[in-house]
């Protein structure tokens, strides 16, 4: 148990800390339980754009030429022209997503979100099902589930909403901790046994009470997890110098500025191959094409082994002229601290427990809603 006047302290921070970032909080927990299933949620609102000629049983595994063929082809439709990266299906019954470079929606503004122009085609015919802006807000079929992320990532106010985000990371882990403070129980068992338990025959605000202190008991080391998870991805170069204190972790380098000669870039398909030679036995997800001054491709992979399903964490980096690889990161088989932060997105979102743990996750969505409700008519009481 706590003294007195060091209970009163916390309690006090930990209710201005519910007053202040609940809402958030609450809203995070929403959004992050619908999309837990983003993808079959978008392709179910959006049969149009997602739909290829080859179902599931027809399909084959996409390969490297495929994506050549699709570049080749969005490069010269005038009404298209060359994207900045190609995200890649595991089959041909799937399509092929290209991003185009980002615009500000209504002037760059620290609030702005920018806009990503997404060309969805299909991988065997290279029809364009459709397109939509990605960042543009709206409850249509094909912009609801985007909204839905971005509200997640950005609270819908673009790059400020990253800080936002971030510092409620950082706040709910504050809260958390500050909470199971204030739960520690007398030295006994009798004591203990009621900070875990809910009496259904107690009044309705011993009830509400036991409620709020027990499943904020449980939920703590996710509510961790979370917090601290959001806050990385969101100001990574405020999480990188801690977790570096910790455990070892690998300092990342950007490629320079080499000038390529012009025609002397390797194709993309032979930068895929390269990066396929690195991890032989991984898919290949996202294509990211030279631009400007950065003169690589950027090749994302998934390893079978890694705990990230999807589109994987295993990235290299090709140089655009020579096919020097130029970076490798792989999950599997780096410093502590990098496979530490591998996990945290598999973790946060579930998939790192396949369909079950993306169910946890779903439903865990809704306890800060309950923990919110609960303190707050905790203190409307004392109120």
């Not at 958390?176 to 009496?199: E, M």
Request: hydrophobic residues 45%.
């Amino acid at each position: 148990m706590l003294p007195k006047s060091a209970r009163t302290i916390l309690l006090r921070l930990h209710l201005w800390l519910a007053l202040t970032f609940g809402s958030v909080f609450v809203a995070l927990g929403l959004t992050g339980s619908i999309i837990s299933w983003m993808p079959e949620l978008d392709r179910a609102l959006n049969p149009a754009l997602f739909n290829t000629v080859h179902q599931t049983h027809q399909a084959e595994p996409f390969r490297a030429e495929m994506a050549q063929t699709a570049l080749d082809a969005l490069t010269a439709n005038p009404a298209y022209g060359r994207p900045r990266q190609l995200m890649l299906p595991a089959s041909t019954a799937d399509v092929i997503t290209a991003w185009y470079p980002t615009r500000s929606a209504s002037g760059k503004s620290a609030f702005s979100q920018d806009w990503s122009r997404q060309v969805m085609l299909d991988p065997v015919t290279l029809e364009v099902k459709g397109e939509r802006n990605w960042g543009q807000y709206g409850i249509s079929g094909r912009l609801l589930i985007p909204t839905l992320y971005h509200l997640h990532r950005y609270v819908l106010l673009g790059e400020i909403g990253k800080t936002v985000i971030a510092v409620s990371g950082i706040m709910l882990m504050l809260m958390s901790l500050i909470g199971l403070f204030l739960w520690l129980p007398k030295p006994n068992w009798k004591a203990l046994r009621q900070a875990l338990t809910v009496n259904l025959a107690a009044t309705p605000a011993a009830i509400n009470f036991r409620l709020h202190r027990m499943l904020g008991f449980f939920a703590l080391p996710v509510l961790l997890l979370l917090g601290f998870s959001g806050a990385y991805f969101n100001q990574p170069q405020w999480i990188l110098p801690v977790v570096g204190k910790v455990l070892p972790v690998t300092q990342t380098r950007k490629p320079g500025d080499a000038n390529v000669p012009p025609g002397q870039h390797i194709t993309a398909v032979q930068a895929m191959l390269i990066a396929q030679g690195v991890f032989p036995h991984a898919r290949i997800s996202r294509l990211g094409l030279p631009s400007g001054s950065a003169t690589v491709y950027e090749i994302r992979l998934r390893q079978p082994q890694e705990m990230h399903s999807g589109d994987g964490a295993s990235r290299v980096s090709v140089d655009a002229g020579s096919g020097r690889i130029f970076r490798v990161a792989d999950p599997l088989q780096g410093q502590a601290g990098d496979r530490f932060l591998a996990w945290l997105f598999p973790l946060h979102s579930g998939i790192a427990f396949g369909i079950t743990g993306r169910i946890f996750i779903s439903c865990f969505g809704l306890v800060p809603l309950i923990l919110m409700l609960t303190g707050w008519r905790m203190w409307r009481k004392r109120k």
